[in-house]
Antibody, heavy 124, light 110 residues
Framework: EVQLLESGGGVAQPGGSLRLSCGASGFSFSTYAMSWVRQAPGKGLEWVSAISNYGTGTYYADSVKGRFTISRDNSKNTLYLQMNGLRAEDTAVYYC?????????????????WGQGTMVTVSS | QSALTQPASVSGSPGQSITISCTGTSSDIGTYNRVSWYQQHPGRVPKLLIYDVSDRPSGISDRFSGSKSVNTASLTISGLQAEDEADYFCSSQRIGSILLFGGGTKLTVL
């Protein structure tokens, strides 16, 4: 059974930092691209970032480029999101999502499994 | 990046069919056949319904179907059931390795 478990959310001040983690199990983690998708309270989904299966390709939404860094450790089956320079508009539930495509890099095709999410609140 | 445009809400009676539209541009839906649709019940995580415009993952009912015309994708739900009441989101690849989501559509089953 595929499982994705996010952690690391919490409250941060504007300009502060947080590091999210997503532990994966039940599938060959190093085969698939992974993404972070966020959802502000009562709002829609917003794609944040993606990483290819071996980490050689990383991609970001304009809203987080230069502030967030995605990475992965395939030996630990774990995905990360380092968030710096946090802003109030970054407040959201952050989901870790597994790419549907097994090519290792086609994250944009679809996401077939999602974690339960971790809440990030940016407030002074 | 601007989100894809979806109607805020749609409604239908049990047994009826409804269609949710998702309008993009020639830089996303108009160029790529990488449109997917997700269902999200309140307090739950999104569930993949459709990928590659019209394909269904294993286990998804054939009551859900997808299509695309020029810059607009559509999700049709036939034989509407009470359990279909949820939020629905479309997604598309965009030029520049960007992924866009629609703003979401709330489906009410009357």
């Amino acid at each position: 059974e595929v499982q994705l478990l996010e952690s690391g959310g919490g409250v941060a001040q504007p300009g502060g930092s947080l590091r999210l983690s997503c532990g994966a199990s039940g599938f060959s983690f190093s085969t698939y691209a992974m993404s972070w998708v966020r959802q502000a309270p009562g709002k829609g989904l917003e794609w944040v970032s993606a990483i290819s299966n071996y980490g050689t390709g990383t991609y970001y939404a304009d809203s987080v480029k230069g502030r967030f860094t995605i990475s992965r450790d395939n030996s630990k089956n774990t995905l990360y999101l380092q968030m710096n320079g946090l802003r109030a508009e970054d407040t959201a539930v952050y989901y870790c999502a597994k790419a549907f495509d097994s090519s290792g890099w086609r994250y944009e095709r679809a996401f077939d499994f999602w974690g339960q999410g971790t809440m990030v609140t940016v407030s002074s | 990046q601007s989100a894809l445009t979806q109607p805020a809400s749609v409604s239908g009676s049990p047994g009826q069919s409804i269609t949710i539209s998702c309008t993009g541009t020639s830089s996303d839906i108009g160029t790529y056949n990488r449109v997917s649709w997700y269902q999200q019940h309140p307090g739950r995580v999104p569930k993949l319904l459709i990928y590659d415009v019209s394909d269904r993952p294993s286990g998804i009912s054939d009551r859900f179907s997808g299509s695309k015309s020029v810059n607009t994708a559509s999700l049709t739900i036939s034989g509407l059931q009470a359990e279909d009441e949820a939020d629905y989101f479309c997604s598309s690849q965009r030029i520049g390795s960007i992924l866009l989501f629609g703003g979401g559509t709330k489906l009410t089953v009357l």
